[in-house]
C-alpha cells in the first residue's frame, strides 16, 4: 500500500495533516487564552483579539494562495512587521485590563 504512494500524493497529504495540526493548535491556544481570563472584560477582549487574529490570519493565508508569484512574496514584509507589533499591543492591553481590575480570578475555587 505505502509502495504505491507517489510523491506529489505524499506531499498533499502531508500537506493536509500539517494544515489540520496547525488549525487545532490555533484553536486550542485561542481557547486557553480566553478560559485563563480573570474578568469578563479581560475575557471580552480576547475574544475580539482572537477574532481579529484569526481572520488576519486567513486573510494573509489567501493572499499567500491567491496573488500570483512575484507579489505573494510582497505579502510577507507587513505580515513580519504586524505580527509582532500585535502581538506586542494584545500583550500590553491585557496587562492594562488585569491591572485595572480588582477582581477576583474567575478560576479560583475555595
Known amino acids: 500500500m505505502l509502495d504505491s504512494i507517489t510523491g506529489p500524493q505524499l506531499g498533499l497529504i502531508g500537506g493536509i495533516v500539517g494544515t489540520a495540526i496547525g488549525v ?7 481557547y486557553y487564552s480566553i478560559k485563563n481570563t480573570n474578568s469578563p472584560l479581560e475575557r471580552k477582549f480576547m475574544i475580539k483579539a482572537s477574532t481579529w487574529t484569526w481572520i488576519a490570519g486567513i486573510i494573509f493565508l489567501g ?3 491567491g ?3 512575484p507579489y505573494r512574496f ?3 514584509i507587513p505580515y513580519g512587521f504586524l505580527l509582532p507589533v500585535g502581538i506586542r499591543y ?3 492591553r491585557q496587562a492594562q485590563i488585569r491591572a485595572m481590575d480588582v477582581s477576583p480570578p474567575a ?3 475555595a
Open 24 to 30: 487545532a493548535g490555533g484553536v486550542i491556544g485561542t
Open 63 to 65: 493572499m499567500l494562495i
Open 67 to 69: 496573488l500570483p508569484s
Open 74 to 76: 510582497l505579502v510577507w
Open 90 to 92: 494584545i500583550n500590553n
Open 107 to 109: 478560576n479560583l475555587s
